[in-house]
């Protein structure tokens, strides 16, 4: 575990499953919304037409193409408090989830990861994302994991969903 976990004001926590495309953020974090018997959204949901076309055509995003986007994950985080939330939401770098918590503190951030070689035989499985194959090494070299202070855990996503989930569960309640 990272930093410490913080007490949200409601009791239904708001937790953003991150990591790179392929991860597996959409899968577990639907599983664990399920568990907790909170809402589920996917943080792609609220990109812009234009970041989904560049996306589409292998061009990676800026930053000044992010921003708007997180601030869009954060609102929807802020507006969750209370009701708790589980979003799926790539967070690659350490400032965007700064911005993220700049708009809903109590977010902790669960970060999957696994080899490179099982996220590219996903992505390259998958046939209706946005997001191609090719810009997974993009997302591996903006990677920076959770840092000491940031709350939240990192798991390994050799395992079944359901799996991941009970590790999850069972990490954020210690």
Request: charge should be negative; proline fraction near 4%.
């Amino acid at each position: 575990m990272t930093g410490e976990i913080p007490e949200s004001e409601g009791s239904a926590p708001l937790i953003c499953v991150m990591g790179v495309s392929a991860a597996g953020k959409s899968t577990v974090g639907i599983a664990l919304a399920e568990t907790l018997g909170v809402s589920f959204a996917d943080a792609d949901g609220l990109h812009s037409d234009a970041n989904k076309a560049k996306m589409n055509a292998g061009t990676p995003l800026t930053d000044d193409d992010r921003w708007p986007w997180l601030d869009a994950v954060g609102g929807a985080f802020d507006s969750a408090s209370g009701t708790g939330l589980v979003m799926a939401c790539s967070a690659l770098r350490r400032v965007y989830r700064d911005r993220i918590r700049s708009v809903a503190s109590d977010v902790v951030f669960v970060h999957l990861t696994g080899s490179r070689e099982l996220l590219t035989s996903r992505a390259e499985a998958r046939t209706d994302h946005f997001m191609p194959a090719s810009l997974l090494d993009s997302q591996l070299a903006t990677l920076e994991p959770l840092g000491a202070d940031e709350a939240g855990l990192e798991v390994t996503v050799d395992r079944a969903p359901d799996v991941l989930v009970v590790e999850i569960v069972e990490r954020l309640a210690r």
